[in-house]
Nanobody
Framework: QLQASGGGLVQAGGSLRLSCSDS????????MGWFRQAPGKEREFVGT????????YYADSMKGRLTISRDKNQNTGYLQMNRVKPDDTAVYYC???????????????WGQGTLVTVSS
């Protein structure tokens, strides 16, 4: 099962880097997606990456602050967010799916999330 990791407490203006893997097992889906869910809010699309070619796609609201990448040798995906804000506080999830969907319904294999808290 996929597992997102790397969350914790981050100061506003800082950066965070999250990882996602299935304990090092090969990632066999077409795409890895990243979503987040803030307290009391719906799950929100953050970005996605085509696993084979490494092509990323980002939510418009977060473009310029995000870098999504993957290391095929390590079977691990990464999400880096810069200039974080308190509004970025959420549980961040990674997921596997057959396309670069911007919708959570496009992903069938969800990992355990990791909590990111941004302090002001």
């Amino acid at each position: 099962q996929l597992q997102a990791s790397g969350g914790g407490l981050v100061q506003a203006g800082g950066s965070l880097r999250l990882s996602c893997s299935d304990s090092g097992r090969p990632f066999r889906s077409y795409a890895m997606g990243w979503f987040r869910q803030a307290p009391g809010k719906e799950r929100e699309f953050v970005g996605t990456i085509t696993w084979a070619g490494g092509v990323p796609y980002y939510a418009d609201s977060m473009k310029g602050r995000l870098t999504i990448s993957r290391d095929k040798n390590q079977n691990t995906g990464y999400l880096q967010m810069n200039r974080v804000k308190p509004d970025d506080t959420a549980v961040y999830y990674c997921a596997a799916g057959p396309s670069n969907s911007y919708s959570s319904s496009g992903y069938s294999d969800w990992g355990q999330g990791t909590l990111v808290t941004v302090s002001s």
